[in-house]
């Protein structure tokens, strides 16, 4: 008689990528030829995304101005380019800040004692019921003059908290395990431990926080730009150039608002797509029945 139950033909160890799971390469081809464009600018496009043409104020894409020009006749195919290196500068210059500090407070919490972990993730609850928005403007206010600089500190001081909490629970999963009770025990230090040991383990866990904060970035400089608290006008970037919106908006100017925003939205499409394949690649099984 055969039996009913599973045989072990039945239990099927797929090694084969899901189609649901495949590297996005359009998002990272559009993704990397516009940072590449963006970057390499000041090579192939010699144009000045301040200089102000008066007998070519708002005029529509074509003839010499392949993108048109904005109210006050500047070209919008320079200033995006130009813009797009200040965007780009602000969003990995804000990760980057915001993954350092994530990192060094999550795995201080995840080391801890139940008491003083209990009181930071409480401290960091405390923080994220308050939108972020209102922490940016806060303390850009009492900066004063924003820069790009500026805003990408300001940015990454404010979004740490979710990518640390992912870090405190990934600490915790490995910070009873024999190699690093080894490392504790032969003297090694904080920052010994968490780069030998602990950084490779709970890095990919976080990678598609890290990437999705990118997009995060630089929309929430455009948001800042939009309301008018972010950029000075002299400082091009594509949230600078989404300001100018209303003032389109008004003349019936589509191309100042249209082309912008499609490079804006494209990039954060990218960049999404990006953390959304390295979220399900950390959660993906190495096997399925």
């Keep these: 008689m055969r039996s009913k139950g599973l045989s072990n033909n039945n239990l099927r160890f797929s090694t084969s990528p899901d189609p649901g799971h495949r590297f996005p390469k359009v998002s990272a081809a559009l993704l990397g030829i516009i940072a590449v464009m963006c970057l390499t600018s000041p090579i192939w496009n010699g144009g000045n995304p301040t200089h102000m043409v008066f007998d070519a104020l708002d005029l529509p894409p074509g003839g010499d101005w392949l993108f048109g020009t904005d109210t006050l006749g500047r070209d919008i195919f320079s200033m995006i380019w130009h813009g797009g290196r200040v965007s780009i500068y602000i969003g990995v210059s804000a990760t980057v800040i915001t993954a350092l500090i994530a990192i060094v407070y999550g795995t201080i919490s995840g080391l801890a004692g139940d008491f003083a972990d209990s009181l930071m993730m409480r401290f960091v609850e405390v923080l994220l019921s308050i939108p972020s928005i209102l922490y940016v403007i806060s303390i850009q206010a009492v900066l004063g003059t924003p820069t790009a600089t500026s805003i990408a500190v300001v940015i990454g001081l404010t979004s740490w908290m979710n990518i640390s909490k992912m870090v405190r629970s990934e600490v915790m999963r490995v ?43 630089i929309a929430t400089e455009a948001t800042l730009s939009f309301l008018g608290i972010g950029l000075p006008t002299n400082v091009v970037s594509w949230g600078s150039l989404m300001a100018l919106s209303e003032k389109a908006l008004l003349t019936g100017s589509w191309w100042i608002i249209i082309i912008p925003g499609f490079f804006l939205v494209t990039t954060l499409v990218c960049i999404t797509n990006l953390g959304e394949y390295y979220r399900r690649k950390n959660d993906m099984p190495q096997a399925r029945l």
């Excluded at 009873?176 to 383990?201: C, D, T, W």
């Excluded at 866990?205 to 997009?215: K, L, R, S, T």
């Design 175 to 217: 910070r009873r395990s024999e190699y690093v009770l080894s490392a504790k025990q032969m003297g090694g230090g904080f920052f010994y431990i968490l780069f030998r040991h602990l950084l490779p383990n709970f890095i990919p866990a976080i990678m598609f926080m890290v990437v999705y904060n990118i997009g995060q970035a």
